[in-house]
């Protein structure tokens, strides 16, 4: 089988073989391979429950892959509630011609991306659609976690509490861009997409205080800071030296006129802690691969409710606002 | 040379000890200045270094900035806009540009929501895309719609000729490339302009020599530093402007003196001679009518001109901004975006009703993003 044709999505022989030879063999897991119109799940606890759509463009970009994107994502926004990864659904809408070897590519990124959290694919679907109708794949996934840390809350940020991002920012934006067709230049940057769920299990088993925590995707640093600053009626008072920034992506910011905060992550994550746990939960998450460069850039103030305050080394300030106008789109 | 980093090119130039002590001395100075200090920093560049780095927090009071109308996206005039969106409407055309020009609101529509209505619009990262995609698209009408000041003008030159010596015929260009020098001397035309000092861009001079700005001292008896973009320039310059004042001097001078030159890069002045040449008059978004302050394409090339071949569908007559707007006032200096009625009220980045709100080198753009605490 070279390509993907229309008939891999017709309901009959050819799909059935699609999934049988590609998904059952990667995603290999006793619901799935039940078969079942739907899969039956026993959770023991709470649910956290979450879905999302990927469309980045180029599917494969230097540091990952939609595939990697679509598990990691879904897989962080669970994380990020204090839910372990359980049960993930993956629906595919797979454009006429697609290459089976790209496919191929994909689903195992997926495969290896899940063995991260433990997560499993227990359900899915596969369309495939006339040339043209999508550009090459598209690809949803919805996930189930059980929460084992309740009370982590966007809207619950307490005064005093200490702002810590997992790792350095912006790198999945700035990524994509130098991918971008003719663009034409080259650098050193690796999109930091990856799975934060053994960076928060740490957290948890550390019984780390945690008021907050959000992954940075779309926005960038700039939105959750803001979300958080005006969900939670505070101000959160950064200090910009201390946000670290790798120098590739700062020099694609200085060469197009971004900036490094308002990029899209898919692997970090801006985490609000108890200010006498800040000290440990630094140490756990710089104890993990993904938050090996975590760092603390800032706390939670009354001074300006619903504002972010950035503080300059030289002894200024202003306040950081929500990125505007269209960045970049299809990022994720 | 092969070591070198990109980081080099700014680290120094955003030090923070350097830009405290600097901020020491322009305080010390200004001390021994007999009248306020009105700069304006011509170029939409220079006051997103200010707001972005707070630099107005760290001067003294008597020291205060003018934001000029250095943006060539706030200065473009609604027909002009309205003339991109008709040439997106033309059978079998793709229209480029660069970057904001795609929010800019014209009279009844955005580039972006032409766009979205399915018509072929594409921003460009580079002028030099255009190619490809001119060669990619035989059977479509390429049109790249220009902007930018003396700086951009060279890569538009550049994509000119080799759209011309390459012999491609899909390519055609609107231009609307404007000039410094003479929306300086429009300001200061108004007799309430409060304008006594100018920061210069260092990357129009890059192209255009620092020599453009060398009457300008004598005419209107103020000081100009060309500068650079970083914030140590920014300080070096402000300390320059003020030790001239203080020693009773006005004279152009260079801060920038790592890439300016008096008579600046002449190779690009001779291209874009080649090619462009002024044109009679072009209306600024908010000034009005300046004469000789842009180029358009000389006559000899009129069969890549986008303006000529599709003259009967531009449309001509000016369009006003919103009345409530106050863009042109805050160009000249006249007057703050904290006083405009509207500003981030019925006026953001996300619907702009004035120019100086939708580029990130727009005044009121930039006091909106980077508003002092």
């Known amino acids: 089988m070279k390509d993907i044709q229309l008939s891999h999505g017709g309901g009959g022989e050819e799909t059935n073989s699609l999934i049988r030879d590609l998904f059952y063999k990667a995603f290999e897991n006793e619901t799935l391979l039940a078969a079942e119109d739907a899969a039956l799940l026993k959770v023991e606890k709470n649910i956290a429950f979450t879905t999302d759509s990927f469309t980045v463009s180029p599917i494969?970009?230097?540091?990952?892959?939609?595939?990697?994107?679509?598990?990691?994502?879904?897989?962080?926004?669970?994380?990020?509630?204090?839910?372990?990864?359980?049960?993930?659904?993956?629906?595919?809408?797979?454009?006429?011609?697609f290459a089976f070897d790209k496919l191929q590519m994909i689903v195992d990124s997926m495969a290896k991306e899940l063995k991260k959290s433990g997560a499993k694919i227990v359900c899915g679907d596969?369309?495939?659609?006339?040339?043209?109708?999508?550009?090459?794949?598209?690809?949803?996934?919805?996930?189930?976690?059980?929460?084992?840390k309740e009370g982590i809350s966007s809207n619950d940020l307490h005064l005093d509490d200490v702002i810590i991002v997992t790792g350095d920012v912006?790198?999945?934006?700035?990524?994509?861009?130098?991918?971008?067709?003719?663009l034409g230049i080259n650098g050193d940057i690796q999109s930091d997409c990856d799975t934060l769920w053994p960076a928060v299990e740490a957290l948890i088993d550390g019984n780390i205080s945690i008021s907050a925590m959000r992954d940075a995707t779309r926005g960038g640093l700039s939105a959750v800071l803001n979300e958080w600053a005006e969900q939670s009626s505070v101000c959160l008072e950064i200090e910009e030296a201390h946000i670290p920034i790798n120098e590739p992506v700062q020099g694609i910011c200085e060469l197009f006129g971004f900036e490094a905060l308002d990029f899209a992550n898919e692997g970090t994550a801006v985490v609000c802690v108890a200010p006498l746990h800040a000290q440990m939960a630094l140490d756990i998450?710089?104890?993990?691969?993904?938050?090996?460069?975590?760092q603390v850039i800032g706390r939670v103030t009354n001074k300006k409710e619903g504002k972010v305050i950035l503080f300059s080394s030289h002894g200024s300030s202003r306040y950081l606002d929500l990125p505007k106008g269209e960045l970049l789109p299809r990022i994720c | 040379m092969d070591n070198l980093q990109l980081k080099d090119l700014y680290e120094g130039f955003r030090d923070p000890s350097v830009i405290k002590a600097l901020a020491k001395q322009i305080n010390i100075e200004a001390k021994k200045l007999e009248k306020p200090l009105y700069i304006m920093e011509v170029c939409g560049g220079h006051t997103h270094t200010i707001m972005k780095y707070g630099l107005k927090q760290l001067l003294p009071t008597n020291i205060d900035f003018i934001h000029g109308p250095g943006c060539p996206v706030c200065i473009m005039p609604k027909e002009r806009i309205d003339h991109a969106i008709a040439l997106s409407e033309q059978k079998d055309v793709i229209l480029l540009t660069l970057g904001d020009m795609i929010r800019v609101p014209g009279s009844k529509s955005s580039l972006a929501e032409h766009r979205a209505k399915g018509y072929d619009i594409r921003p460009l990262y580079s002028p030099m895309d255009a190619l490809g995609i001119a060669q990619d698209?035989?059977?479509?009408?390429?049109?790249?719609?220009?902007?930018?000041?003396?700086?951009?003008?060279?890569?538009?030159?550049a994509l000119i000729d080799r759209t011309v010596k390459s012999k491609i015929n899909n390519l055609f260009f609107h231009i609307n490339h404007v000039l410094v020098p003479p929306a300086v001397d429009a300001i200061m035309a108004d007799k309430r302009a409060k304008i006594n000092a100018f920061i210069g861009p260092s990357h129009v001079s890059v192209i255009s020599g620092a020599k453009i700005y060398l009457r300008i001292p004598e005419a209107y008896k103020a000081p100009v530093v060309v500068s650079g973009f970083e914030p140590v320039d920014v300080m070096q310059s402000i300390l320059m402007i003020l030790r001239q004042r203080n020693e009773n001097r006005s004279e152009m001078e260079i801060e920038y003196s790592r890439s300016v030159t008096l008579e600046g890069n002449t190779k690009a002045q001779e291209l874009i001679n080649t090619y462009l040449h002024p044109r009679g008059h072009f209306r600024w978004r908010g000034i009005g009518d300046i004469p000789d302050s842009a180029l358009e394409l000389r006559p000899e090339y009129a069969k890549y001109d986008a303006e000529k071949i599709y003259a009967d569908v531009l449309p001509q007559e000016p369009i006003d901004d919103h009345k409530l707007c106050i863009c042109g006032e805050i160009l000249k200096g006249l007057a703050k975006p904290h006083d405009c009625s509207v500003f981030g009220t019925a006026c953001t980045p996300n619907k702009p009703l004035g120019s100086c709100m939708v580029s990130s080198e727009g005044a009121c753009n930039a006091y909106y993003r980077f508003a002092e605490v």
Do not use: C, W
């Open chain 1, 285 to 294: 998450l710089r104890s993990t691969e993904v938050g090996k460069n975590a």
């Open chain 1, 126 to 148: 596969t369309k495939v659609v006339p040339r043209g109708s999508v550009d090459q794949i598209f690809i949803n996934t919805a996930g189930i976690g059980e929460v084992i």
């Open chain 1, 170 to 182: 912006g790198r999945h934006g700035a990524a994509v861009l130098m991918e971008r067709e003719g």
């Open chain 1, 60 to 97: 494969f970009f230097s540091g990952g892959d939609i595939g990697k994107l679509a598990i990691a994502g879904t897989v962080n926004d669970l994380a990020m509630m204090g839910a372990r990864p359980l049960y993930l659904s993956a629906a595919f809408i797979i454009e006429e011609g």
């Open chain 2, 137 to 157: 698209n035989p059977d479509k009408k390429v049109i790249f719609f220009a902007i930018g000041f003396e700086t951009t003008t060279p890569m538009t030159a």
